[in-house]
């Protein structure tokens, strides 16, 4: 299906920053990982968070959470509905991730979220995480200066981590041509 690419192991690579970043960082935390697809970064984080939520609208999400005994879950809503549920139900929002990012709201591609970017932005708003994490194609970025029109709607954010990384050099594809920023919030 149209995601399975990322599920392939040279595709794991865009998560070694994340995972570095946050190794030693996510001790009782809540993790919010938006329109997360299969999250495929769970199984390589520390476990020990105090909550994960995942969201997405795919059916069939298979990520094998077993070994933890923490609260890991994946509700299938679309991004606007889930904001909708953090927001209403207070939920604790400490580190945001948001991989993957299509830019569904500035192309035209029905498989991506045209309204990723907008709630990401209330999730930050509403939520303050002290880290927020993007990932997404290098692309983007020369094409719709994606990620640093996004930065500047993020004003309590600094940037503390920028990462370009080819994740399949020999495939010469922008797909696998990779970025990862790394914010945290300065101010409270
Ligand atoms: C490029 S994939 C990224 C998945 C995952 N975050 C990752 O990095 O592997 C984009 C994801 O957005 C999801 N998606 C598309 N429209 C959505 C919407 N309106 N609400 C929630 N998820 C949506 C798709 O189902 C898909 O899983």
Redo the contacts with the bound molecule.
Sequence with gaps: MT?DY?KSAKFYRRFDPIIDYLSGKTADKAII?L????S?ILPFLDTDYGAYLG????DDWGTDIEGTDKLVAFVKL???DFVDMIIRDGLEVDILLC??M?G?DVRPEK???A??RDSFLRIIKHGKPQIVIT?GIQLWEQEYRYYSKLEADMPDYKRVEHHLIDCDPAWNDAVARREVRIYERITK
């Design positions: 995601w990322l990982d329109d997360c697809g299969y495929p969201n997405d609208i795919i679309t991004d606007v991989l993957g299509g569904g498989a991506e979220s309204t990723l990932e």
